[in-house]
């Protein structure tokens, strides 16, 4: 589609000017972690085609925005999907998007990638009033240190470590809960430039976990097969992918669900520490809804990026009548939500969701039970 060069309040950035804005984004951090290690793999990796806006009146307004904010959009708009940053500290910058009406249309259904928490209660001050805000809560927990003096025990002698090959994306994209917000291209690349680790069966070659580190920085999804959880295998691929990452320059840094204590107990052995909130975002215009009843849960709007990993317009407990007649200011939260996703793909029951779940996006719903 058409890049717009210039929205109401943003530009669009040439390429020659990244540097220097990793630069500005360095005093920033760790708010600015994920934006930072996003232009960081763009410039080193160019996984994939990102377009990055900042204000006019950059770096003196320090708000910086990219499109898309993941790789799969609905009706390949790429303007519906986005990512945000801006450092709380001067969050009243975030109030240029209220009357930016050029890059994003407000009456349309927006997905926001995982944002700083400060920036989505900002943007809700506004949205509120026209629609509703679905939130996925997350932490973003970083390594600054690895802790090489945890001990693992060895692998069984019929499993091993490698690295993951081309043979190895179709499965995992299948396997992948978020698959229809990421592109099976995207993994194809992804093996190809980055670096992601299996544990694999020696007899019969079966990929039993995996993990790659992301377009964004993060180590991002470890999976792993249920028939071989309680194995260690998620903490042992942890390990060694943060260890690649650091040596390639890169800060690991994961999502952890507020009340994902197993994941948090795994990463944080390895010496990851809370670094603060964000959340992933799913934003409904009032009007939108009203002007398409009958229409929301099928193709209108079933290819956009849902909450929170999988192809699930109901994703929490608000009905369609109540989101229909919610008051205004009242975002809902989205808990939890991948079984009853992981369900409705399979049709199988919760309980049996819950068995078979095979996910972290982005670190958010971690193996944590290998210890």
């Not at 763009?42 to 499109?67: G, M, Q, S, T």
């Not at 690349?189 to 079966?206: A, Q, T, Y």
């Not at 603060?276 to 409904?284: A, D, L, Q, S, Y």
Request: hydrophobic share 35%; proline share 6%.
């Amino acid at each position: 589609m058409e890049i717009i060069p210039e929205g109401k309040h943003f530009r669009l950035v040439h390429e020659s000017e990244l540097p220097e804005i990793l630069v500005t984004l360095e005093r920033y951090l760790p708010e600015s972690l994920k934006f930072h290690q996003t232009i960081k793999t763009y410039l080193n990796d160019r996984i994939w085609d990102f377009h990055f806006y900042v204000a006019k009146d950059w770096p003196e307004k320090p708000i910086i925005l990219h499109f898309p904010g993941c790789t799969l959009t609905p009706h390949n708009n790429i303007y519906q999907t986005f990512g945000i940053f801006c450092p709380s500290a001067q969050i009243e910058h975030v109030d240029l998007m209220r009357t930016e009406d050029v890059l994003i249309d407000w009456q349309k259904p927006l997905y926001l990638n995982f944002t700083h928490i400060a920036i989505m209660n900002r943007l809700d001050d506004f949205y509120s009033k026209i629609g509703l805000m679905e939130r996925l809560s997350g932490d973003i927990y970083v390594c600054n240190k690895l802790n090489t003096e945890l001990e693992l025990e060895p692998l069984t002698d019929d499993a091993e470590m490698r690295p993951l090959t081309l043979d190895n994306v179709q499965g995992i994209h299948d396997l992948y809960p978020a698959n229809e917000i990421e592109c099976v291209k995207l993994f194809d690349i992804l093996v190809r430039v980055l670096p992601g680790l299996g544990i694999f069966r020696k007899d019969n070659n079966e990929l039993c976990a995996w993990m790659v580190h992301s377009y964004y920085g993060a180590m991002f999804s470890m999976q792993t097969r249920p028939d071989y959880r309680r194995m260690g295998y998620g903490i042992r691929l942890a390990k060694y992918l943060t260890q690649l990452v650091i040596e390639r320059g890169y800060t690991p840094f994961v999502v952890i669900r507020p009340q994902n204590d197993a994941s948090r107990n795994l990463y944080t052995k390895l010496g990851y520490e809370k670094a603060f909130e964000t959340c992933r975002v799913r934003m409904t215009p009032d009007c939108y809804e009203d002007s398409t009843v009958g229409t929301i849960s099928n193709t209108s709007y079933a290819k956009f990026p849902p909450l929170p990993q999988g192809e699930c317009v109901v994703v929490s407990d608000v009905s369609r009548s109540s989101r229909s007649k919610h008051l205004p200011g009242e975002s809902q939260t989205v808990d939890e939500g991948i079984e009853d996703m992981l369900a409705e793909k399979c049709d199988i029951s919760n309980e049996e969701a819950r068995e078979r779940k095979t996910t972290t996006d982005e670190g958010i719903g971690g193996e944590g039970e290998d210890k």
